[in-house]
Structures are given as C-alpha cells and as structure tokens.
C-alpha cells in the first residue's frame, strides 16, 4: 500500500511578490513531466506555463522540474506524482499545500 503524505510548507515573506498569486509557474524542467488539471487528459508541461490549484504533476525516469512560487522554489524530482492543492498569502506567511502521492520534493527559499 502506498503511502498518501500531504504536506504544508510555510514560508515567510520578507516581500509582497506573491500576494494575491492563484497559481505557479513551472521555472525549469528536464526529461519526461506531465501534468493533468482535474477532467483533462495528461499533457507535457512547457517552461513559463501557468499551474493552476488542483493540477497533478508527474516526472518521469531521470525527470525533475521545478516550480516557481514567488518567495521560493519547489524541486520536483524523478518519479514523483505530487498535486498542487493550494496557495495561500495570509498574513504575511505563504501556506502551499500539496498531496504527495509519491516521490520527493525539496523546497529552496529565494534570495532578495
């Protein structure tokens, strides 16, 4: 059976660069990664494109990306399925959930 992890980041903001932000942006990707919106079928993702709450990733073999979310960076890596729930600003604190399905993720915080 696997293992079904959500996991919440907080990260504090030092600058207002993502408030009211609904979604994130996929900054680099290398190999095979998909993504599905809810009732879509799966698609290659494209550098630059918006990703909506709710939307699946996944990477294949020696696959990775990574994704923008304004205060930080999340890192994709290979063989994970991982779906974007939220994005909240709320009171100076950025709050991103995401279900885990499998995989891992790494989280880098940006410089000012």
């Known amino acids: 059976m696997k293992k079904k992890i959500i996991l919440v980041l907080m990260i504090t903001m030092l600058l207002p660069s ?62 994970t399925r991982m779906t974007l729930e939220d994005l909240i600003e709320e009171e100076g604190t950025i709050t991103t959930k995401l279900f885990l399905n499998v995989g891992r993720v790494g989280v880098k915080g940006k410089k000012n």
């Not at 998909?34 to 709450?53: C, I, L, S």
């Open 18 to 79: 993502l408030f009211g932000q609904e979604k994130a942006f996929i900054k680099e990707y290398s190999g095979k990664v998909t993504f599905k919106e809810p009732g879509r079928d799966w698609q290659p993702v494209a550098k630059g494109m918006k990703v909506a709450m709710g939307t699946t990733l996944s990477t294949g073999f020696d696959s990775n990306a990574v994704l923008d979310l304004g205060t930080s960076e999340l890192m994709i890596k290979h063989l």
